[in-house]
């Protein structure tokens, strides 16, 4: 970690060491199939529930509304696909937003195409909603409405609450992509209220190919993976304790210092885009200034090209978007949907910071990215 600064931490997160030493514990002594009823079964699935009640503790809601899965890809593909029945496509209508992650705004494209009303609302400038679209957007046969919670290339949160009380209006059940929030902003799945909320485990310090799907008493899936039945029904397949009990100790750890986190990283957020203002003329903020995740920083520098700002930055680690899309030469599309020049958004960086961060680090990769920018520029 001393090689290098790492500032993409919405692309994933290091282990927490909490987290590392419970599932290396777990690889060391615990092999038993949650499943089985003898006693090394037993001891596993115990390991299993406790990192329920872990998860739930963190967003506050019931231990039985807990459903692991596989990250936050296939969270977003059991709700999207399990809302509707495939076999009368026309009697559903999900709503969504333009500036949604892939893994919602893809199964929202597979619905689509199999015959799905699919009513895509836009973004203001700052990459927010309007309420009041959604309300118009509504229809008698809407069955889903999915808004993520917090964009993951501009941080930008959406007025979650004022949604869901529309859609409450028409008993809608309501959906949110939390990949990006949980374990950086205290989550509360009633005062959100949502009746679906996904988690993804690599995103709040837990290992990769581990999350979660919150589903409100009295909501029904039709499960996207049949089998034996495990997850009460609705995700079947061996349970992966290793990795369930290293997401639900990372949940423990980010419970009890999300608020001290909050506060550190604005902090060192706010003094990397106080640098690069005063350091590069005509930068340009992307997302909303002050409802955003704590830890973000997304920004433009007009006439250059993001990818090649970071080229000539070996030891800095950040992106230019999305992961998944991250050093291409296409603009974003929640840039674009945002509405920003592609002159403008070609040269966008995102910064997330985290907790190994300090703030002698700040000043590093602030003083790096303005030399460059003057260089390039020269």
Do not use: W
């Amino acid at each position: 970690m001393k090689d290098f600064i790492y500032l993409d931490h919405n692309a994933t997160t290091p282990i927490d060491p909490a987290a590392a030493l419970s599932m290396t514990r777990i690889m060391e002594e615990e092999f038993g199939n949650p499943s089985s009823a003898y006693v090394l079964g037993a001891r596993a699935k115990q390991r299993v529930e406790k990192a329920r009640e872990q998860m739930a503790g963190l967003l506050l809601c019931e231990t039985e509304e807990i459903v692991f899965t596989s990250g936050g890809s296939e969270s977003n593909n059991m709700v999207l696909k399990g809302i509707v029945d495939l076999r009368r496509p026309g009697d559903f209508h999900v709503i969504t937003s333009a500036v949604e992650h892939p893994a919602i705004l893809n199964p929202a494209l597979f619905l689509l195409e199999m015959g799905v009303d699919v009513t895509v609302l836009p973004v203001d400038s700052f990459g927010r909603i309007d309420p009041e679209d959604l309300r118009k957007a509504i229809r008698p046969h809407t069955s889903l409405i999915s808004i993520m919670l917090a964009n993951n290339e501009t941080g930008t949160l959406q007025p979650l609450g004022d949604l869901s009380g529309i859609a409450r209006e028409y008993n809608i059940p309501v959906h949110t992509d939390a990949a990006q929030a949980v374990g950086k902003l205290p989550v509360n799945v009633e005062e959100l209220g949502v009746d679906f909320l996904t988690v993804a485990g690599h995103k709040l310090y837990g290992p990769k190919g581990v999350g979660a799907l919150f589903i409100k008493q009295g909501r029904t899936l039709t499960p996207l993976i049949h089998g034996g039945g495990q997850e009460r029904g609705l995700r079947s397949g061996t349970e992966n304790t290793i990795l369930t009990v290293g997401l639900g100790e990372a949940c423990r750890v980010a419970r009890s210092r999300v608020i001290e986190d909050g506060i550190r990283l604005a902090t060192l957020r706010d003094r990397l885009q106080q640098r690069l203002f005063d350091g590069i003329d005509g930068l340009v903020l992307n997302g909303h200034p002050t409802e955003r995740l704590p830890n973000t920083l997304n920004v433009s520098v007009p006439g250059l090209e993001g990818a090649k700002i970071l080229e000539g930055l070996p030891r800095l680690m950040a992106s230019t978007g999305a992961a998944c899309h991250d050093r291409t030469v296409k603009l974003s599309h929640v840039l674009s949907a945002m509405a920003v020049p592609p002159e403008i958004g070609m040269g966008a960086l995102r910064f997330s910071v985290g907790r190994s961060n300090t703030m002698d680090q700040i000043e590093e990769a602030a003083g790096l990215i303005v030399e460059r920018v003057k260089d390039m520029r020269k």
